[in-house]
């Protein structure tokens, strides 16, 4: 095949394109991390990021030593996640592996009160309360307490290695380590009672994957807070692409206010011609102290995690060179071009009601109002049971026709609580169990039942010959104050049909 150049024959006349020659070698797939050094900052943004990181550690860290009453027959942790039971305690309120609805209810309002959150305040999620958001701004500081700020840590990461600069990495990372291998102990607390664990744990008796569990969340609290930092929010999770895709042109974002900054220019520039210059000094201080090095004056990107550290810093140096606060702001894009062709700034508020929030906050408080409503009006009684299908009936010797059943009553009070179980409906039919006599079958039996546990019984129903099939109810009804109830339909099989 020739390499000449194809000639066009619509336009035979027309001289062929040149040749672009080879394609060019495609760029690396990733570039190189650049260190980032976040410079200290103070103001309200960096006032609110210490108080949610105060509540939110202090709610991790210290919740599994809460203490909750439960009588003597339950754990007395206030929030419990009991796998060996298969129990969810949180505070007063009980969860039976039956009852998964709730925390699934939980986990739809916790996913619905994150689009709440992203749809009033754009990414609020990512820049205060996220996990890696929060360790990373530990981690952050204790560089700051060993290493100094920005310029000091960035001189010792130039340094050679020597004495100096092993000794300070080796402080450094061993302050990692124990942060996050308090991390990791703070989590299997929440599965087992938490004094007994740590006695346990330290004197060598816990189950192995108490250690194992430890062990592999230390390691990833000190990889991911400690080094990897803003790539888990740039590269590996998958929720700024999801919030890029939920934000409209009324969701606040952090943002940079060009048409008042631009044409950047030192103070003495614009001091010698104003009308040229914007407000924005090109100081680098909003980059300075950014926790992902983003420049925000490039526009919204995806590392900006919405932190509100640029805005101190910015409005920080307005203050001082005497111009109003505000060049970077939280702001919709709706409000930046109100701005931009010369409208007043509008308040923030007005995004918190709007349609699209009100909708979410209608959806999540529905389903928060029905498992409230749900947790008050369940009963602590219940019943289920099963009928022997092979052979589904039996003829006694009379001529009497025995059903079997297995009834599983379920006492879920922190205390033992005597049960009756009745039948209900098939005239003259009577029953027994496995540890009481035929010749004692009754309409009705009591029996005592633990406290929160299941009690399976093989209850035998019999019946005269001439009964026909047909469907008759279990009923429990708990012999305390509360009388609570459950009751299940089942079937009377015969062979007289
Ligand atoms: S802090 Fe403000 S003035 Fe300084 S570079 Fe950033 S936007 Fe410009
Ligand atoms: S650009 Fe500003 S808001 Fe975005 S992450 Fe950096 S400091 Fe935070």
Redesign the pocket.
Known sequence: MSDAPAIDWTNPSKKPAPDPGPDPEPGPLYAVRKAVHPQRIDGPFRRFKWLVMLITLGIYYITPWIRWDRGPFAPDQAVLVDLANRRFYMFGVEIWPHEFYFVAGMLIMAGIGLFLVTSAVGRAWC?YSCPQTVWTDVFQHVDRFVDGDRNARMRLDAAPWGPAKIARRGFKWTIYLVISFWTGGAWIMYFADAPTLTVDFWTGQAAMVAYVTVAILTATTFILGGFLREQVCIYMCPWPRIQTAMLDEKSLI?TYKDWRGEQRGSVKKAAKNPERYGDCIDCNQ?VA????G?D?REGAQI?????????DACDRVMAEVGRPRGL?DYATLEDCEHEAAGGNVRSIWKTLFRPRTLIYFSIWGAIGAALLFALGVRTHTELTVEHDRNPPFMLMSNGDVRNAFTVRIRNMESRPRDMKLEIGGLPDGLMWTDDTARADAARSIIRAVPADATQPVRVYVIAPSDTVTQNFTFTVTSQDEQSEQDAAEVRFESPEN
């Open positions: 820049g952090v909003c102290v950014c926790p992902t983003v925000i590392g900006c995690i919405t932190c509100g550290l640029c805005i970077i």
